[in-house]
C-alpha cells in the first residue's frame, strides 16, 4: 500500500501540476457521451436566453449595482480556480460523471433561481458562469442522467446517485446561548463556538469513521461547511447519512424544551473526547465573553436546566442576593450542588457536564446533511450580501481563522492595483496571488491533488 502511495505521488510530479492547474491554459477537450452532439431541447435554449437578459436588466434594482456586477465580473475573469474545481468534484483528469451529472445551481440578481444545469467540462461550466455571472452557486447530486435532460426522462429515471457527505453548521442556530450577536452578525467572541465545532466534528469523522478528505469551508457570512470527500462517503445512502448525524447530534428539542442534552453517566469515547474540547472553551467562551451567568435574564436559562427543583431555588436565590459575585464563584456554586445532589441519588445525573454540551457542543443542520439531493453552496463562489469569497479553513489551523478579514470582491480589486502599482511584476502571474485569496487557493490545489493522488492509486 505504501508503495503504491509513493509511486502515485511520483505519477502526480511528472505531470508539471504547476501548469497542469493553471487556469491560465485552454482546458483540455472532453470525452463525448450519448448526449454531446445532441441539441438542447428547445424549452431549455428558450430559458436560458430569457435568464441571460434578466441577469442583464436588472443592473437598475441591483444594490450599488454598477459596481458589484463590475466586481462580480471581475472575480469570475480573473480570480475563480475552475480548473481546481473541475478535478474536485470531478475526481479524475478527463471528465466522468463525477462531474458531467452533477447538478449546478445559480442565483441571479432579483433572486432569479435556476436548477438542475450540468456541463460537459470545466470549460463550459466557465463559460456559463462568465454568462450569467450568478451571484450565488450551489453544488448538488450527481445523477443518474445530466440534470440539464431531467425533463426528458421520467421520475423514476432520474435519481440522485451520490454526493459528498456534507455539514452546515450556522451561527444562528447558536441565538440561544450567543449573547453578543444574533441572525446574522457574528463576531469574533461568537465565532469560536465554530472553531470548537469543526475540532468537535472534524475529529470524529476522522477517527470515529475514518475518513480522510475533509474541506471546510467558510459560508460567507455567518457559518461553516463540511465537504467529506472520500469515495466512501459520496457512495453513502440517506439511512447511512442519517446514522452519521444520529451519531453525531446531541442537541434534541426546540425552543420551548429547557434540557435539550441528557446523556449516560459513562459516556461513549467519542463524545468524552469531545467533552476535552467543550471544556477547554466553555469557561473562556460562555462563562466570561457570552456572561451567561452576568444577568438574571441569562443565568435563569442556565438553571431552568438542572433537573433539581431544590437546586434551583437555591441558585437562585444566592445568585440574586450576592449580586457582587462573580461569574466564576457563581459556577463553583453550581458545581458543588450537583456535587451535593448526587450523594444523595443512587442514580447520577451529571447535569453540569451536560450543561457545558448544550452550550458549547455543535449544532449541526440535520437536513442538509441526511438527503442526498440537498443543495450547498459552493467553495469559492461569493456571498451576496458581505461580497467575501467562500474560502476554505484549515482545520488544524481553525482557531486563527478570522471571518472578518476574509477576502471579499473590493479587497481583492483593491489589492490587485496596489500590488501591480508598487512592483513591475510578470505578465503572467495570475492575480489570485497577488492578493490576500492566495492561501486560500493554494490550499485548495493541496487538497485536490491528495483526491487525484489516491485516484491514481486506485487505478494501479
Not at 476554505?392 to 496596489?418: A, M, Q, S
Request: charge should be negative.
Amino acid at each position: 500500500m505504501e508503495g503504491l502511495t509513493q509511486r502515485a505521488n511520483q505519477e502526480l510530479e511528472k505531470m508539471d501540476l504547476e501548469n497542469f492547474f493553471s487556469d491560465e491554459e485552454e482546458f483540455a477537450p472532453a470525452q463525448e457521451d450519448q448526449h454531446m452532439n445532441e441539441e438542447p431541447v428547445q424549452e431549455d435554449q428558450q430559458m436560458n436566453e430569457d435568464f441571460a437578459k434578466v441577469n442583464i436588466a436588472t443592473e437598475e434594482s441591483f444594490n450599488d449595482k454598477h459596481n458589484q456586477i463590475r466586481l462580480y465580473r471581475m472575480f469570475y475573469d480573473d480570480f475563480f480556480p475552475y480548473k481546481l474545481y473541475f478535478h474536485w468534484l470531478n475526481y479524475d483528469i478527463t471528465p466522468t460523471k463525477n462531474f458531467t451529472h452533477r447538478e449546478f445551481s445559480f442565483t441571479l440578481p432579483n433572486d432569479i433561481y435556476i436548477r438542475f444545469k450540468s456541463f460537459e467540462n470545466a470549460e463550459l461550466l466557465k463559460k456559463e458562469i462568465e454568462r450569467l455571472q450568478p451571484i450565488k452557486m450551489d453544488i448538488g447530486a450527481v445523477y443518474s442522467v445530466q440534470p440539464k435532460y431531467k425533463k426528458t426522462v421520467s421520475e423514476k429515471a432520474f435519481k440522485p446517485k451520490e454526493k459528498e457527505l456534507v455539514f452546515d453548521i450556522d451561527m444562528t442556530d447558536y441565538d440561544e446561548v450567543r449573547t453578543c450577536c444574533s441572525g446574522g452578525d457574528i463576531c469574533l467572541l461568537c465565532w469560536e463556538f465554530m472553531t470548537v465545532a469543526i475540532k468537535i466534528v472534524d475529529r470524529s469523522l476522522r477517527e470515529d469513521f475514518g475518513f480522510k478528505h475533509i474541506m471546510w469551508v467558510y459560508s460567507g457570512r455567518r457559518g461553516v461547511h463540511c465537504w467529506v470527500c472520500d469515495e466512501r462517503a459520496r457512495k453513502l445512502d440517506n439511512d447511512s447519512r442519517k446514522a452519521i448525524i444520529s451519531f453525531l447530534d446531541i442537541i434534541k428539542g426546540g425552543a420551548h424544551v429547557s434540557r435539550k442534552v441528557k446523556l449516560p453517566y459513562l459516556l461513549h469515547p467519542s463524545l468524552k473526547r469531545s467533552f476535552e474540547v467543550v471544556e477547554k472553551h466553555f469557561k473562556p467562551l460562555l462563562i466570561e465573553k457570552m456572561g451567561i451567568l452576568d444577568k438574571e435574564e441569562n443565568w435563569n436559562k442556565v438553571l431552568d436546566i438542572i433537573p433539581d427543583a431544590a437546586v434551583r431555588d437555591k441558585l437562585a436565590e444566592k445568585w440574586k442576593d450576592n449580586y457582587k459575585c462573580s461569574a466564576n464563584e457563581k459556577w463553583d456554586m453550581l458545581l458543588k450542588e450537583e456535587e451535593k445532589s448526587d450523594k444523595k441519588k443512587k442514580f447520577k445525573d451529571l447535569f453540569v457536564r451536560d450543561i457545558m454540551f448544550q452550550y458549547c457542543y455543535p449544532r449541526l443542520d440535520v437536513k442538509v446533511s441526511t438527503n442526498i439531493n440537498h443543495l450547498l453552496k459552493s467553495p469559492f463562489c461569493v456571498h451576496p450580501k458581505t461580497l467575501k469569497v467562500c474560502v476554505p479553513i484549515k482545520p488544524e489551523e481553525c482557531e486563527h481563522f478570522d471571518p472578518i478579514n476574509v477576502p471579499n470582491l473590493n479587497t481583492l480589486r483593491k489589492e490587485v492595483l496596489e500590488f501591480d502599482q508598487q512592483q513591475n511584476t510578470d505578465a503572467k502571474l495570475p492575480d489570485y496571488k497577488k492578493t490576500s485569496l492566495k492561501p486560500y487557493i493554494e490550499y485548495f490545489d493541496k487538497f485536490v491533488k491528495s483526491l487525484l493522488s489516491e485516484t491514481i492509486q486506485s487505478k494501479r
